[in-house]
């Protein structure tokens, strides 16, 4: 095992050195999340792209804003002449905030004490996912003022798409395959929840986004505009065919896909799997799960390792969005001449986004709904890996000598574009580090300032005792 890296005292020093240079730190955080970049508008994505360039650069680093055929890609390297490389994925955009109620501008990335977690950052993307990203560059900037290098190179591969659905990331990861080597990557994320417990995931759920849209035609209903609602009486609705096909994908209970075939591509748990589920059963807080979505229950009567499972190793179809019509304030009382729907189907080991994008399409024919179109905006597999491998065991090691209550998760429910480093590149992938925040894709999202301050500690030790696995 190489000894290469910082010894334990130069962590403590390391530790020390982010504790007194954390003002600085947080205003790197907060700079970025004030630079606005939200993908589905643009706006901003090329001065956050430079912004992140310049973190890279600030160790000494060399890199590139990456064109695509969509938003660029940040490219860079700290080669420092380490045995051992990491390869950090991350994303530098963010969601839209438009019709969202924020107690504090979203943008303005201001700190606020909040009930029950205490002083926040309170930003889009101070969670999900520019805070983390920027942790990890200060801890390294950390390690590099105290030991004069890093224990590990560094590789950055951060993309301006991952809340469009990475339609142009494995381009380019195909297109730099040999740059991009490494022996392992890491997602870095705010792992603990409010009560303090980390959450460990080893994997990620795939994703399919479809929008289904209705329109007027030859099979009846309004072809080119709207008109009067009383047509309703005897001509077709566009609206009424969207929601009746939605309706006919799920059961009324809301638990099972009623696609046909959809089931059968499905991976049982593995071995592995089962145990990790058998000890969340255990430990795993229904309350705290349903007092941070802000929800009274779930939708299945299961004990928790069965509710797990269901939950993480079966399908999900979600409707995400649905317009039609008028849909303002007042009266108009119309027959609109197109419907739309965005939905998403999370992915579980086995599926293949194609071939779950086909039987939909099937379904649909089938059920008489041909004249619903059926479009795909974002598809990719999931992605897994083991406690054991090169990525997670440093983290899992840290977590355990921190001291906090620590679940391991053989998956999360949400989705990111990691099969490419995973099964692409055949790279072992971590996601984590310590610290706190919610609320992303969500009014408020947040990070607690003691939590980021945390994070930071732990990536510094990560890349110490990656650099020594």
Known sequence: MPDDGPTLPDL??????????????????????????????????????ELVLGGIESLGGHGEIVPTKGHPVVFGEVDVGAPRTLLVYCLYDVQPVEGEDWISPPFDAAIVDLPDVGPSV????IMNSKGPLAGLIAAAQSLQAVTGSLPVNLKFAIEGEEELGSPHYAEFVQGHRAQLQADAALFPFYSQDSAGKVLMYLGVKGMLFLELIARGGDWGGPATRAVHGMNAGWFHSPAWALVQ????????DQRRILVDGLYDQVAPATR?????????????????????????????????????ETFLFEPGLNIDGMVAGHHGEGMKTVLPHEARAKIDV??????????????????????????????????????????????????????????????????VSGSAPLYVFTQTLGIPLAIGGLGHGGRQHAPNEYATVEGMRLFEHSMAAYLQRLANS
């Not at 309170?122 to 993307?125: S, T």
């Open 12 to 49: 403590e020093r390391v530790t020390a050195h982010i504790d007194d240079h954390f003002d600085t730190h947080l205003a790197m955080a907060q700079e970025w999340v004030r630079q606005r970049s939200v993908s589905a508008d643009g706006i901003g994505i090329v001065e956050m792209a």
């Open 122 to 125: 309170i930003g889009r993307g």
């Open 245 to 252: 096909a939605l309706s006919t994908m799920l059961s009324t």
């Open 272 to 308: 592995e799997d089962r145990d990790l589920l058998r000890h969340l059963g255990t430990s795993f807080s229904v309350e705290t799960q349903l007092r941070e979505a802000g929800v009274s229950r779930f939708k299945h009567d299961l004990p928790p390792a069965e509710l797990l």
């Open 346 to 411: 999370r992915l579980v080991p086995g599926m293949d986004p194609d071939v779950t994008a086909r039987q939909i399409r099937d379904h649909l024919d089938q059920h008489g709904f041909g004249h619903v179109a059926l479009h795909q905006i974002a598809a990719y597999p999931g992605s897994k890996g083991s406690a054991s491998d090169r990525a997670n065991a440093p983290l899992l090691e840290i977590y355990r000598s921190s001291g906090v209550d620590l679940e391991v998760w053989p998956l």
